[in-house]
């Protein structure tokens, strides 16, 4: 499968990508991991580019790391659909005290918007 992995620094991107590096390794899927300007993030995209290529490194798969710049959402799903992949996954998905599922702005959009399936791991 060709996998799309969108992260942009928040906690729950940091857990989509490692859960999705650990699924590539065991399934063989064929992982390109997109770091997105997320304005909402605190971390630097440096360090999660280095923290994503890490992750690639650790689990020993052959994965491509790449810096996305514009619109997250819509450039995650121009890549997604100009690319062929079979699937986006994105963090998010926080739910809130009344137990509802709350989601940021880019995984909205993502999910409103994509023409890929899209997985929110969370």
């Avoid at 990508?17 to 300007?37: I, K, P, S």
């Avoid at 999660?48 to 514009?70: N, P, S, W």
């Amino acid at each position: 499968m060709k996998v799309l992995c969108g992260i942009g620094g928040s906690d729950d991107s940091i857990r989509a990508l490692e859960r999705t590096v650990e699924r590539a390794a065991a399934a063989g899927d064929d992982l390109t991991v997109a770091v997105v300007d997320n304005p909402d993030a605190d971390t630097d995209v440096a360090e999660i580019l280095d923290r994503a290529d890490k992750a690639v490194e650790t689990a020993g798969i052959d994965a491509e790391v790449r810096h996305v710049e514009g619109d997250p959402g819509s450039r995650l799903i121009d890549i997604a659909e100009r690319e062929g992949f079979d699937e986006i996954v994105l963090g998010g998905g926080h739910t809130s005290p009344m137990g509802k599922i709350t989601i940021g702005p880019i995984a909205e959009f993502v999910l409103l918007n994509s023409n890929t399936s899209v997985t929110l791991v969370r």
